[in-house]
């Protein structure tokens, strides 16, 4: 039916009524229902697969009375809100909020693009709006508990989810992911890694797990932001590497992290486009590589810092950076020689991959350049 009300062909609609013996009293109603099916069906689909591009465009590719619809404005708006265009996003909310403020998706996904633009007091206001809401059917205590899912208040959002689940209702990524996040909240890790293992059977990127999350938020706050907030600038050097180390970086880095990061210096900050937005710098891509094979290697912080002098000194004195391995490796001879006497050349050119050549060579500059 949809098909036929878009290209206006009342003689194959005619053909399929005849053919499936449907009878109906209302075509009006009909035909609404079928275009809000299709509408929603094809839209489902690219959104539980984050094509949120291609959700727009399937959205904006409706006739006009069919965009105006309040239940497509509001996919729209979230849609939008997921691709992290909130200023559009926030429009179409807050005209939906003007028309019916008891719309009860409006005020999810406003209530959570309040909370991702850090609106703090005027979320808060809307966060004690949606604990009031009392969801009268399914659809709505699905589409709030995946929204308190978002805004971390777990323990309200695995009330309303997981008594859906146990009925087989939205079995989709959305309440996976919700449910993965919220039972490893409430404790439950289990559970929580079953459901993260049910979400990549349905999708091909799930994004983090709630335990790998975990893990990376306790290893930088127990080693990474220690180095950052050192008033020695090349721990704090080692602290951005060692996040730059970390798989899925920019989603385990909390807001804390950014902020601590933003405060740093030109250098560091310099050092950070290297990480982050790949531009490529010549000297930090030498200390960058460098700490990468030293980490590989051994990893100690010491080390590390010693690498760091060396490398700055090598870049000081102006001297060919290409041979990467020799140098690090000559670094760790000298840095562990002075504590093993026993260290042999030739076991670390072996480790370092290098040639006794290249590593004689950088060797004799050290000493000439007395590094």
């Not at 969801?135 to 309303?160: A, R």
């Not at 990480?275 to 960058?288: M, S, T």
Request: charged letters at 25%; hydrophobic letters at 40%; aromatic letters at 14%.
């Amino acid at each position: 039916m949809y098909y036929c009300l878009l290209t206006d062909d009342h003689v194959y609609l005619d053909e399929l009524t005849k053919m499936f013996e449907v009878v109906y009293n209302d075509v009006t109603k009909v035909e609404i229902e079928s275009e809000n099916f299709v509408v929603h069906y094809i839209f489902q689909y690219f959104f539980e697969h984050m094509n949120y591009n291609l959700a727009l465009e399937w959205i904006d590719f409706q006739p006009y009375n069919i965009q105006m619809r309040t239940e497509v404005r509001n996919l729209k708006a979230m849609t939008l809100l997921f691709n992290s265009k909130y200023h559009e996003a926030a429009k179409i909310l807050k005209q939906l909020l003007e028309e019916n403020p008891a719309d009860i998706n409006a005020l999810c996904h406003y209530t959570l693009l309040l909370y991702n633009t850090h609106q703090t007091t005027t979320y808060q206001s809307y966060l004690k709006k949606l604990r009031t809401i009392i969801p009268i059917n399914d659809d709505e205590k699905f589409k709030l508990g995946i929204v308190l899912s978002f805004l971390k208040e777990y323990t309200e959002s695995y009330q309303l989810l997981f008594p859906l689940y146990q009925k087989g209702k939205f079995y989709n990524s959305q309440m996976l992911h919700a449910l993965s996040y919220s039972s490893y909240a409430l404790g439950y890790v289990s559970q929580s890694d079953m459901f993260f293992q049910q979400l990549g059977e349905i999708v091909s990127h799930p994004g983090v797990s709630p335990r790998k999350m975990a893990e990376g938020e306790a290893y930088i706050k127990d080693n990474v932001m220690p180095l950052l907030n050192s008033e020695d600038q090349h721990r704090r050097i080692i602290g951005i590497f060692l996040l730059s180390r970390l798989k899925d970086k920019t989603l385990v880095i909390n807001q804390d992290v950014w902020n601590q990061l933003e405060e740093m210096s030109d250098y560091e900050k310099l050092y950070l486009s290297y990480i982050f937005h790949n531009i490529h710098l010549v000297k930090l891509d030498f200390i960058h590589r460098g700490l990468e094979l030293i980490y590989d290697q051994d990893g100690r912080l010491e080390l590390m810092e010693r690498w760091i002098d060396m490398a700055e000194a090598v870049i000081d004195k102006r001297l060919n950076l290409k041979q990467i391995n020799a140098y690090t490796a000559v670094c760790y001879f000298l840095f562990e020689r002075a504590r093993n006497e026993k260290l042999s050349k030739r076991a670390v050119i072996e480790k370092f991959n290098t040639t006794r050549y290249h590593f004689m060579k950088v060797y004799e500059q050290f000493k000439q350049n007395n590094i």
